[in-house]
């Protein structure tokens, strides 16, 4: 039996939050038909100011863009964006989702991490023309929208793809929350295939 | 028949429904739209200042769903009648199952910095004109400090330092205290200098001015307040001789001031005031005088038409050192005249009425003014202008009615 040294100790002391945070920044890569969807558990964004500002009873929304490039920070070659609109409910302690998109779906009743995990879900951008065997990068962003950037991001056909998308192409306000995660590089080919309602089965 | 029309009336009616579109949320959907309001809870500095009108809108809300979309309106209105730079909103649960309270409250009011421009202006004769002050607002206290140099506002061109102390709730909101403090350096125009040699009744001038005014508010009723303390002055006297004066003076002011409402879309504005220095021997002044002055504005408010009138009426009692005489012919009064063709060393006497009316940014204008000293005509002067203004800033052009040669007189700048 392998004995447990000082040094051991120390390295996993040490080791364990640095380890502990490569994990958190993981992102988990996987196919459902044609489209690449992430989930990540450690994501968190129902947090500080945004759940403060939910807790007051307000509405938060977050926009959110998932990108495949060929080099961790070239330009993105495939996008999807979205644009959710959170709520706390004050009665019942639980969080509310809408997502803007074209279908407008909605789910209530939900823990702070469900609600996140719900947003995450719903994101998926399809991987027609990506070569089995090349390597990419997916990268996950998410932004509190910023009130000066709610211009024309709504229309009467629902959210304005063009429009997130320059929003995602210039940088973030100084006050402005985000979060992003990057993954990669990875193969289409080694990707798990899983399909939604496998998953919600 | 019969039939036939009836069945041709279902057939419309489910036609009809067959054309509705399924209701969709609201874009920025909240869960809590469900509730109902129950009560809202104003802060104490925004219930004492805001309209009447608004006051009845936020009280609409209650017994009434939430309505998110309704609230930022009616904080936006709040931000835009106190002038502050954003309203908090908080949503909380209330003490019967299914209703909310709502708490509305001024943000970032606590400990700030601000940097503002009280006045630019530039006036085609008199030149530049401006101030900038930076103020530390920490709870109740505000710390000003800034630099100015106006030639406009008095005979004098003053240029210096200034800086002020308010605390704006001693012990209650109703009772406010100011400590002010300026030190200028002035400089005299030729025309002023060549009057002075002729009249021997105005005071001569002073190369250095210092001012220190301790001055407390009560709030007596929400529109009316009362202003009185003292100001000292203090300045380097040039002619005859070379020495030091003081013109140190109880003060007063008399504020009416209100928004009215009531008449459908439109919105009233009314300003009044009464303002007394008495400067007096007993302050160790080496001036006696008494100086009036009374002023009122009104303005309506119609879409995008706005007519205002300001009028304006002074009196200085006794022999008063010149930056307490009044003027007339500079960037708000008697526009289109230069107040040194007027009266270069200003006057004891002044009246005065300006007529405004906007539509959009264009504003044109009519002023009228006389301004005397005792024995002398008052003469009725008359100026008529055009500009452009949007928000604080503004350009305009104005004319002098006279006979002969009129020049115009170009203004353009901030708050002023």
Redesign the interface.
């Known amino acids: 039996m392998q004995q447990v040294t000082r040094r051991w100790w120390l390295m996993a002391s040490f080791g364990a939050p640095f380890t502990l945070g490569l994990s958190a920044s993981a992102l988990r890569v996987r196919l459902d038909g044609d489209d690449l969807r992430v989930a990540a558990p450690q994501f968190r964004f129902l947090t500080g100011k945004p759940l403060e500002k939910l807790k007051d009873g307000a509405t938060v929304v977050f926009l959110t863009q998932l990108s495949i490039s060929t080099e961790v920070n070239a330009p993105a070659i495939k996008r999807a964006v979205d644009r959710f609109v959170v709520s706390y409910d004050l009665w019942e302690e639980k969080f509310s989702v809408m997502e803007n998109g074209a279908d407008r779906a909605r789910v209530s009743h939900l823990s702070s991490t469900a609600a996140e995990a719900w947003c995450l879900d719903r994101l998926a951008v399809g991987i027609g023309g990506l070569a089995p065997d090349k390597p990419f990068w997916v990268r996950l962003e998410l932004r509190a929208e910023d009130a000066r950037d709610q211009a024309g991001v709504l229309d009467d056909a629902g959210i304005n793809l063009t429009r997130l998308i320059e929003i995602f192409s210039s940088p973030a306000r100084a006050q402005q929350m985000r979060w992003e995660q990057v993954a990669g590089p990875m193969r289409l080919m080694d990707l798990k295939r899983e399909s939604r309602s496998a998953r919600s089965g | 028949m019969k039939y036939a029309l009836i069945s041709l009336l279902i057939s419309g009616i489910r036609l009809w429904g067959g054309n509705q579109q399924p209701l ?2 609201p ?6 739209s469900r ?1 109902t309001v129950e009560s809202v809870e104003l802060s104490r500095e925004i219930e004492t200042r805001i309209s009447h009108g608004l006051r009845q809108d936020i009280q609409e809300l209650i017994g009434e769903k ?1 309505n ?1 979309a309704a609230l930022n309106d009616l904080a936006k209105r709040i931000r835009s009648e106190l002038h502050v730079r954003d309203v ?6 209330g003490n019967v ?2 209703h ?1 309270k709502v708490v509305l409250d001024i943000a970032g009011r606590k400990n700030e910095w601000d940097l503002s421009v009280p006045k630019v202006v530039y006036h085609s004769t008199q030149g530049f004109s401006g101030a900038v002050e930076g103020t530390a607002i920490l709870g109740n206290n505000r710390i000003t400090a800034g630099l100015v140099s106006d030639g406009d506002d008095l005979a004098e061109r003053y240029a210096g330092v200034r800086a002020r102390y308010e605390n704006r709730k001693v012990g209650s909101d109703r009772l406010r205290l100011r400590f002010e403090f300026a030190s200028y350096h002035e400089q005299w125009n030729r025309s002023t200098l060549d009057a002075l040699g002729k009249d021997a009744s105005v005071p001569g001038i002073y190369r250095n001015r210092q001012d220190f005014s301790p001055v407390a508010t009560i709030v007596l009723a929400k529109p009316l307040t009362l202003s009185f303390g003292a100001d000292f002055q203090r300045f380097d006297t040039q002619f005859p001789a070379a020495h030091t004066q003081s013109a140190n003076a109880a003060i007063t002011t008399l504020r009416y001031e209100r928004r009215l409402e009531g008449w459908g879309a439109d919105q009233q504005e009314l300003e009044a005031s009464y303002s007394l220095r008495a400067a007096t021997k007993a302050l160790n002044s080496d001036f006696a005088y008494t100086r009036h002055r009374w002023h009122t504005r009104y303005s309506i408010t119609r879409g995008k038409h706005t007519v205002s009138d300001e009028a304006q009426a002074g009196v200085i009692i006794g022999q008063a050192p010149l930056f307490e005489r009044f003027t007339l012919g500079n960037s708000t009064l008697l526009r289109g005249w230069n107040k040194y063709d007027l009266d270069p060393l200003g006057g004891s006497r002044v009246a005065h009425n300006s007529v405004d009316y906007r539509y959009g940014m264009v504003d044109v204008f009519y002023d009228a003014g006389a301004i005397w000293d005792p024995g002398q005509d008052a003469i009725l002067r008359h100026s008529v202008g055009v500009g452009l203004r949007k928000s604080s800033f503004m350009v305009a052009m104005a004319f002098p009615i006279k006979e002969g040669r009129a020049s115009p007189i170009f203004m353009v700048g901030m708050n002023y």
């Open positions: 969709l949320e874009a920025e959907f909240n869960v809590n509730y939430l998110p908090t909103q908080k949503v909380l649960r199952p299914d909310v």
